[in-house]
Antibody
């Protein structure tokens, strides 16, 4: 059974870098065609997609965050990571990692399978 | 950029009733990329519908997704106590492409 677990500091100072890691267990990240995804949710608010990284290292970021964002993958540890630079209080949120199966197109019909596996989330507060 | 608008913001119903949740896109979208998630307090979201109308394993048949173009609907035919939660619609697309979420519909026990 696939399990995702976020880890990282719960408190980051303004203007510094937020760094989180998602550890994947129960399956090798190399098996299957997936996009390894980060999402965040400010307290009491909705969900925001941050971006994803594939096993090959290709990335796709939310355009609103692209200038501050770096995602990497550590194949030997079965982990992927997020770095968000120059954080402000607006970056305070619960951060989730999730697994996004690559969509399939058959006879011109696209099927995207949704994010069926999520981590439990980790709260990050930006404050001095 | 795609903007997804969900309605109503809050829906108050009783167990056994039927819930109809709406998601409208600011532009026509490929339904294959439309999903719905359920989120309960303190928990990660849970996928309930993918590709607009498909249920993942373990999701009860009372959850039905439909729609195309700009209008999508999640219907829960007979509400169970565990169905009361916040529901988000999601879509991938737009220019530049990316994932967008609706603002959520809170399904409350009446």
């Amino acid at each position: 059974q696939v399990h995702l677990q976020e880890s990282g500091p719960g408190l980051v100072k303004p203007s510094q870098t937020l760094s989180l890691t998602c550890t994947v267990s129960g399956v090798s990240m190399r098996s299957g065609d997936y996009y390894w995804t980060w999402i965040r949710q400010p307290q009491g608010k909705g969900l925001e997609w941050i971006g994803y990284i594939s096993y090959s290292g290709a990335t796709h970021y939310n355009t609103s965050l692209v200038s501050r964002l770096l995602m990497t993958i550590d194949k030997s540890r079965n982990q992927f990571s997020l770095k968000l630079h120059s954080v402000t209080a607006a970056d305070t949120a619960v951060y989730y990692c999730a697994r996004d199966p690559a969509p399939m197109t058959i006879a011109g019909v696209v099927t995207a399978y949704g994010w069926g596996v999520w981590g439990q989330g980790t709260t990050v507060t930006v404050s001095s | 950029e795609i903007v997804l608008t969900q309605s109503p913001g809050t829906l108050s119903l009783s167990p056994g009733e039927k819930a109809t949740l709406s998601c409208r896109s600011s532009q026509g979208v490929n339904s294959g990329y439309t999903a719905w998630y359920q989120q309960k307090p303190g928990q990660a979201p849970r996928l309930v519908i993918y590709s607009a109308s498909s249920r993942p394993p373990g999701i009860p048949a009372r959850f039905t997704g439909s729609g195309a173009g700009t209008d999508f609907t999640l219907t829960i035919s007979r509400l169970e106590p565990e169905d009361f939660a916040v529901y988000y619609c999601q879509h991938y697309g737009g220019s530049p492409p990316g994932y967008a979420f609706g603002q959520g519909t809170k399904l409350d026990i009446k």
